[in-house]
């Protein structure tokens, strides 16, 4: 699979991307506002990673997508949608760049075009994110990307021996056609 935009290109993975998937995972930065729980981040964490995308994609129940540029075909980073709701048809997007990537658009380009292919190709009605309170990064790139901010799951995650509340923001079929570009 693969979904081509300006300056990347979304597209599966395969074993041979483990090392890249080790230079965007294994930042400190990263790990900070991800639910990668492993950190350091190894190769062999990768492979297994990269097997369950496979898995994920087969069964129709997850879509993780590697982030290439498309000039350097560089992985520096990767989307998922994971389907939450089939009768409803509701998904959770999630997303990670490569810390030296950050503040350059990537992920912003990257969530849009997984939002037309969710909306467009997978018929779907909701996308939903959910982000550790402390990422105001994250918050930015998902409001310029036409998500509204719903909410607080309370104490959602614990990381670095404290617990942190979760935003959830969402995005309906109907805004992203209403909205420009």
């Keep these: 699979m693969e979904i081509e935009g300006d300056r990347i290109r979304l597209r599966t993975l395969e074993q041979d991307d483990a090392r890249g998937i080790v230079r965007y995972a294994d930042h400190e930065e990263n790990w900070r506002y991800t639910l990668f729980d492993l950190y350091p981040y190894y190769e062999e964490y990768a492979r297994d990673f990269i097997d369950r995308a496979q898995k994920g994609y087969e069964s129709g129940i997850q879509i993780i997508l590697g982030i290439e540029l498309i000039d350097q075909e560089e992985l520096i980073g990767a989307v998922d949608l994971r389907i939450i709701d089939r009768e409803n048809k509701c998904a959770e997007i999630g997303y990670m760049v490569s810390y030296p990537y950050w503040g350059k658009g990537y992920a912003t380009e990257a969530i849009r075009l997984l939002i037309g292919y969710a909306f ?42 404290n617990w ?17 570009p």
């Design 164 to 180: 942190h509340d979760g935003i959830v923001f969402s995005i309906l079929d109907s805004e992203c056609r209403t909205r420009e």
């Design 120 to 161: 467009d190709n997978m018929m779907l009605h909701r996308l939903q994110a959910v982000i550790f309170e402390v990422n105001a990064r994250s918050s930015r790139v998902l409001e310029k990307c036409g998500f509204v901010r719903e909410g607080v799951e309370r104490q959602r995650y614990f990381r670095e021996g």
